[in-house]
């Protein structure tokens, strides 16, 4: 069965230097999305990323990026030069097969604490 | 602003009563998932429709339902409430890659 499992509850960075949230994931398809979303104190459910199983270069928006190490079966987010405004709860999803639409198997999350 | 739009935006109600949360996706996009965040569950997939249809069901209680309608928004019909339905209630649309997220319904039962 999929699985999304992010091993970081909290984290603490500081202001301007780069994090890395982990997730690992376990799928028997060889077809998959992964995405990451950031959901601030607001609540409201951001999209951050997305990278397709067969996406050969990593993903990159802006200072998001993903880390995908396909043989590991993880997906990393690397925030570069951290902001206090990424201070949030971050989480991993994956979403099996080729098709564009399906639902998303989320973890458990990560809540990220940037220090002036 | 995802696009993905939500109401209400808070719900309060008793046990026992009928909620209808709506939801209109971003233009263009038929499909229409609900997600349910709770403290103990984390975030559950509940239900999907694609274009009118119901595509995928989750961890959806039989006394939820959900419908989308000619015009793509949506409706989640939560009945019989008791305290441990009280969430927050994502919708989301998706048409290419990525899926969006509406700010959701918090539903507080009490």
């Known amino acids: 069965a999929q699985k999304i499992t992010q091993t970081q509850p909290g984290m603490f960075v500081q202001e301007k230097e780069a994090v890395t949230l982990d997730c690992t994931y376990d799928?028997?398809?060889?077809?998959?999305?992964l995405f990451w979303y950031k959901q601030p104190s607001s609540g409201e459910m951001i999209f951050l990323i997305y990278q397709g199983s067969y996406d050969e270069q990593n993903a990159t928006e802006g200072r998001y990026s993903l880390n995908f190490q396909k043989a590991r079966k993880s997906a990393n987010l690397v925030i570069s030069a951290s902001q206090l405004g990424d201070s949030a709860m971050y989480f991993c999803a994956m979403r099996e097969g080729s098709s564009n639409t399906g639902k998303l198997i989320f973890g458990q999350g990560t809540t990220l604490q940037v220090k002036p | 602003d995802s696009g993905v739009t939500q109401t209400p935006k808070h719900l309060i109600t008793a046990t026992g009563q009928r909620v209808t949360l709506r939801c209109s996706p971003r233009s263009g996009d038929l499909s229409v998932y609900w997600y349910q965040q709770s403290l103990d569950q984390g975030l559950q997939f509940l239900i999907q429709y694609y274009n009118g249809e119901e595509r995928a069901k989750g961890n959806i209680l039989e006394r939820f339902s959900a419908q989308q309608f000619p015009d793509l928004h949506s409706e989640l019909n939560l009945s019989s409430l008791e305290l441990g339905d009280s969430a927050l209630y994502f919708c989301a649309s998706s048409g290419d890659t990525e899926q969006y997220f509406g700010p959701g319904t918090r539903l507080t039962v009490t």
């Open positions: 799928t028997s398809d060889q077809s998959y999305g």
